[in-house]
């Protein structure tokens, strides 16, 4: 099993308040750069920080990375819009950090990002693949493209309490922007994240296309950011099988939309629940109180685990967790 990680920025994650992923504004643009770092190597290298939340809650990465310490699996870094460097082996294809949604254009290569990634999802040598993300903001980026295309599905958060007023009024004026409105990017998925996505969406996408076209499995390994590439790939014509792979925490939180969403996309939906409330732990208890919630690829690595290798799995977390400094309180 491979996971692919395509990791990259948008400006969109400065707007105040807007995303909890990363301790501060000036903090974030390093998050990606350092899940990668904690995925390839157990902790952050070049990155100056631990991404965690403003409250303390490590990043999604940890899990994973705790999920990859028990079961092993194949992990390739794909460099979708990084803003800091990162010490982690990356892919390159050539992909910028996305700008704020609310400028007239937000990927302004969308389509060519988007070419570049299909080829190289069609070219991987696997039979199976989870392709996650990491993109402050992304759920932000996420509405943006749903509205833009007209599809009802609600995003999350890594806040625990979601701000979606704030992030619709920030996409009706993104779309304003854009010269575009709710449902007028019907049938032009590139367009719509060319007007109001971000450069991970036109990564993720054109990946899983590309490796879809070659006959590969893909599993989307995240909430509704996936379901935004979900809808990308419905509009763009790709019909073969597709599945989503989340945690617990997102579907706690958006109840029967996340199931209502993945049945009109014909998306066959799998959730994990890694069981952090049966421990002490300060940083599950955070994950349990709606906290960071998923990305990263946590939702589509837990999905791995075996019944019997979760305890395992939460004794590494424990470890990747004293490695990050982040230790029980
Ligand atoms: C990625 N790294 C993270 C993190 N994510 N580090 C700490 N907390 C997270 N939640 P929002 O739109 O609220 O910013 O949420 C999306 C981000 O949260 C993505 O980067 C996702 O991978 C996750």
Do not use: W
Not at 79 to 99: H, I, N, R
Not at 151 to 166: D, F, M
Not at 205 to 232: K, P, Y
Request: aromatic letters at 4%.
């Amino acid at each position: 099993m491979r996971v692919i990680l395509p990791a990259g920025t948008t400006e969109t994650a400065l707007i105040d308040g807007i995303s909890a992923a990363g301790a501060s504004p000036d903090l974030m643009e390093h998050t990606p750069s350092a899940d990668v770092e904690i995925l390839a190597y157990g902790k952050p290298t070049m990155a100056p920080v631990t991404p965690v939340s403003p409250n303390g809650c490590p990043t999604p990465a940890a899990v994973t990375r705790a999920v990859r310490e028990v079961i092993d699996f194949d992990v390739s870094v794909v460099d979708a819009g990084l803003a800091q460097p990162t010490g982690a082996p990356t892919v390159g294809l050539g992909v910028e950090p996305g700008a704020d949604i609310r400028n007239t254009v937000a990927v302004p290569d969308a389509q060519a990002i988007f070419d570049r990634a299909h080829a190289y999802g069609a070219s991987l040598p696997d039979d199976e693949l989870l392709v996650g993300e990491t993109v402050p903001g992304g759920t932000t980026t996420a509405l943006g493209v749903l509205t833009a295309l007209g599809e009802p599905a609600g995003v999350s958060s890594s806040l625990p309490k979601n701000p979606i007023e704030r992030k619709r009024q920030v996409v009706d004026e993104a779309l304003t922007a854009s010269g575009g409105s709710a449902g007028s990017f019907d049938g032009r998925p590139i367009e719509a994240i060319h007007a109001v996505g971000d450069p991970v969406q036109a990564t993720v996408a054109g990946i899983a296309a590309g490796a879809l076209e070659s006959g590969i499995d893909v599993t989307l390994a995240g909430g509704t950011q996936m379901v935004a590439v979900a809808t990308v790939l419905r509009h763009a014509g790709v019909d073969a099988p597709l599945s989503i792979a989340t945690t617990s925490f997102v579907d706690r939180e958006q109840g029967d939309r996340l199931g209502e969403a993945c049945y009109r996309l014909n998306c066959a939906l799998t959730v994990t629940d890694p069981g952090f409330d049966a421990r002490e732990h300060v940083s599950m208890a955070r994950y349990c109180a709606g906290v960071a919630k998923e990305g990263v690829a946590m939702g589509g690595a837990l999905s791995l685990v075996p019944d019997d290798r979760m305890e395992a799995v939460l004794d590494r977390f424990e470890a990747v967790c004293g490695r990050l400094g982040i230790e029980d309180e």
